[in-house]
């Protein structure tokens, strides 16, 4: 079983920037998929950033494309996304999840391919 845990949420106002952190305490995730989702009140589940194992493969949904960036740091079992040009839309709580059957250098998009969930970090992004 792999723990996430996400941090790093909060109240921004509209341009600002967050940087959301997803954790894995005590546990080696270099060899998982990772992704960033969020879901908003009424609204699917949308992935908004994913990167393969290999940290050379990334994803990023149009709607977040050249504001947010995915990265990790498998040496601290620690995958971020860095937040910029923040909207109103954004607001969601944004969840990370962690795909362990996935060959090197590919990303995940599909929730049904994740094994793992944190609980999610609740972001809000005022006008």
């Known amino acids: 079983q792999v723990q996430l845990v996400e941090s790093g949420g909060g109240l921004v106002q509209a341009g600002g920037s967050l940087r959301l952190s997803c954790a894995a305490p005590?546990?080696?995730?270099?060899?998982?998929?990772m992704g960033w989702f969020r879901q908003a009140p009424g609204k699917e589940r949308e992935c908004v950033a994913a990167i393969a194992w290999s940290g050379d493969i990334t994803y990023y949904a149009d709607s977040v494309q050249s504001r947010f960036t995915i990265s990790r740091d498998n040496a601290k079992n620690t995958v971020y996304m860095q937040m910029n040009s923040v909207k109103p839309e954004d607001t969601a709580v944004y969840s990370c999840?962690?795909?362990?059957?996935?060959?090197?250098?590919?990303?995940?998009?599909?929730?049904?391919?994740?094994?793992?969930w944190g609980r999610g970090t609740q972001v809000t992004v005022s006008s």
């Open positions: 005590g546990r080696t995730f270099s060899s998982y998929a």
């Open positions: 999840a962690a795909a362990s059957r996935v060959p090197r250098s590919v990303v995940v998009v599909t929730p049904r391919w994740y094994d793992y």
